[in-house]
């Protein structure tokens, strides 16, 4: 049985401002992941429109999400960083992928029930086809594993079964033309052209939440910018919003136990044990006991040490927007190489003249 070259794919929406769950969910994961893989990450501006059709600063976001990248420690020249729309094997793939996916998957996906709510009717047929799009922005470069969050794991197991459809209804032509290799799914040997995606979910990374609910997660969208800490706020914003976080009137506990029914206290912990790669264990031995008086100005400490660079960084780059089209330009032009060697083999497979 053989194997696929590992490959690491995963994007961003440019939509808002990244955020500190971004960084600490995202971002942060995929300069980890760089050192010891093949990395493509993309600025996935075709999902955007999916939540808004019309943008009038679309550039502005997309340079913004490439300057987290790069501002963050991704290395353009090693890996490939790119903006989704410059490579039109994207869409394409996507289209043979809504023929192979069926209607009922694609009703149980809870992302589509999330975010059409209950105008369902007047959804858009995109924000439905968005699994399909994401399955074709992993396989169109064959890609093996993805850094997702817990609510993007449903979209991943759906490339899955794309890819598993894909690989039967053509195994027949997948051998005529040769392209294929033999692989082992469960117990099960399959000749297959695309790979069986693993997530990357593993490792400390939180799930944030907002500062002003410790219920929710923290999200460009909400109306309170007090919410969320950007990733382009300065050491005085990112010190205003810590320090007006909602808490509850108890100290720190001295055990992760005692932070059950109490989300305000168990949220900033947790951003403090990502901001300083400790576990909640560690922090709250530090400071179980102490009041928020004193744990709020040691976490604004961290932010801003951890996060200015990041920001001061992202300034730089934004204000020098020829030199992010040139990363997203190179980028798209290897992009573009890998996933039209990927689409050619695909239209042989199908049968398309070319």
């Known amino acids: 049985m053989g194997e696929f070259k590992p490959l690491v794919f995963s994007g961003v929406q440019p939509t808002g401002n990244l955020h500190l769950g971004n960084y600490l969910g995202a971002i942060r994961k995929f300069v980890a992941l760089q050192e010891h893989n093949d990395c493509i990450y993309c600025v996935v501006d075709l999902h955007a429109l999916t939540a808004q059709l019309v943008h009038e600063d679309m550039q502005s976001q997309i340079r913004s999400i490439t300057a987290a990248f790069l501002a963050s420690g991704i290395d353009p020249k090693s890996h490939i960083v790119f903006n989704q729309s410059a490579v039109p094997q994207h869409a394409e793939l996507a289209w043979i992928f809504n023929c192979v996916a069926r209607i009922g998957w694609m009703n149980r996906m809870t992302q589509f ?18 699994p399909s799009l994401m399955a074709a922005d992993i396989l169109v470069y064959r890609a093996t594993h993805v850094p997702v969050g817990e609510d993007q794991k449903q979209h991943l197991e759906l490339t899955r079964d794309i890819a598993m459809k894909f690989n039967l209804d053509f195994v027949d032509h997948i051998r005529r033309t040769g392209y294929g290799i033999d692989i082992t799914v469960g117990e099960e040997p399959v000749h297959a052209y695309f790979p069986m995606v693993e997530p990357l979910i593993e490792g400390p990374a939180p799930r944030v939440m907002s500062l002003k609910d410790g219920t929710k997660k923290m999200s460009k969208s909400d109306p309170s910018d007090l919410s969320r800490i950007n990733l382009m706020d300065d050491a005085e914003t990112i010190s205003k919003k810590i320090r007006k976080a909602k808490t509850d009137p108890d100290a720190l506990p001295s055990e992760t136990e005692g932070l059950k029914g109490r989300p305000e206290a168990d949220n900033l912990v947790g951003i403090f044990a990502a901001l300083s790669d400790r576990t909640k264990e560690d922090v709250l031995t530090e400071f179980g006991g102490q009041q928020f008086s004193v744990f709020k100005p040691a976490l604004v400490e961290l932010a801003v040490e951890v996060l200015s660079p990041v920001n001061g960084e992202m300034r730089r780059l934004m204000g020098d927007p020829a030199y992010i089209d040139g990363v997203l330009r190179d980028g798209g032009e290897r992009a573009r190489a890998r996933a039209e060697k990927t689409m050619k083999e695909v239209r042989d497979i199908i049968g398309f003249v070319q």
């Open 113 to 130: 029930k999330d975010k059409a709510g209950k105008d369902r009717e007047q959804a858009s047929l995109g924000l439905y086809a968005y």
